[in-house]
């Protein structure tokens, strides 16, 4: 956010330290709609989303070229499926970026989205009045899932029109074996993105959290993508049996379950659960974090 939209949006909160009492509605949608605008329109947003978009060309592309090498065949299921139907390409792709590709994206936005206008001296503008803090806080988080939405819809999105370009479409034969046509496949690809980007919304919040704890927005940002990794090693050890199921990595890639007849929801429901769950824990420590912050420094 530049200097003068701080400025610009400074006066609205200010009444609020005037004494009249706040519009929560429109004063939380004003803010929404600067935190989309600051988060979309920076070059480093729109670089991210670039790759991930590119990312289903490439996996499609390689499919493509061992697919016609006299060495193809076998792989794991989503790839294998992918071959003989273009939409499997979304499920491939999703798998392939939600273990790094998406937490790393969504980890430097959600770092840097309290800690980045600290640096710049932008977040003062913005807390003139205690009763700001919490709406901006919850437009930044809310903000947060939007591009969550987006980073996922940038991959699935990709990965279709690939997939349709490079391989035939058609009935959908489903994981569990069972045969499903393209307009019930469809909609399943919708829900199983969907799922894919609320499973980031745990995320969010730590790396809200983790925004509050430092005046450099680089610094939280690096935290952020390093907790990530650090959680996916710790999630591979068996020895850690005991609090696997805890880690917010866990069930990430239980949409798998989704392409079953009928679909299995116990680790869908499970992930979902979990999210809400960092979701509440680390979202009340970031509020209650920068509820007391200092913001004249």
């Keep these: 956010m530049s200097r003068a939209e701080a400025v610009a949006v400074a006066p609205s909160v200010g009444k609020e330290a005037a004494g009249r009492r706040p519009q929560t509605v429109s004063g ?12 979309f ?3 480093r947003t729109l670089v991210l989303l670039a790759i991930l978009a590119a990312l289903p060309i490439l996996i499609g592309v390689v499919i493509k070229v061992n697919t016609d ?12 499926q992918t071959t003989q139907n273009g939409l499997f390409l979304v499920f491939t792709a999703l798998a392939v970026a939600l273990p790094v590709f998406l937490p790393m994206t969504v980890g430097v936005v959600a770092g840097d989205s309290v800690a980045g206008e600290a640096a710049t001296g932008t977040l003062r503008y913005l807390l003139v009045a205690p009763a700001g803090r919490t709406r901006l806080l919850a437009a930044k988080f809310t903000a947060g899932l939007v591009f969550c939405l987006a980073a996922t819809a940038a991959v699935a999105l990709t990965a279709l029109a690939t997939g349709a370009a490079l391989f035939p479409l058609g009935k959908v034969t ?15 690809a919708l829900l199983v993105a969907a799922v894919v980007a609320l499973s980031l919304a745990g995320l969010v919040a730590i790396g809200l959290f983790v925004s509050t704890l430092t005046g450099s927005g680089i610094a939280a940002m690096a935290a952020t993508v390093v907790l990530v990794i650090t959680v996916q090693i710790l999630d591979s050890f068996p020895q850690l049996d005991a609090i696997r199921p805890f880690l917010f990595t866990h069930y990430w890639l239980s949409f798998a379950d989704l392409l079953r007849e009928p679909m299995y929801w116990d680790g869908v429901l499970k992930n979902l659960a979990l999210q809400a769950g960092y979701v509440a824990v680390f979202g009340s420590a970031a509020w209650a974090r920068f509820s ?4 004249s420094a």
Excluded: K, V
């Design 28 to 39: 939380f949608l004003a803010l929404f709609r600067n935190e989309l605008h600051l988060t």
């Design 292 to 295: 007391s912050r200092d913001i």
């Design 174 to 188: 489903l994981l569990s074996g069972d045969t499903i046509g393209l307009g019930d496949a469809l909609p399943r």
């Design 69 to 80: 090498s006299p060495h193809d065949g076998g792989g794991p299921s989503f790839i294998a």
């Design 41 to 43: 329109r920076r070059m």
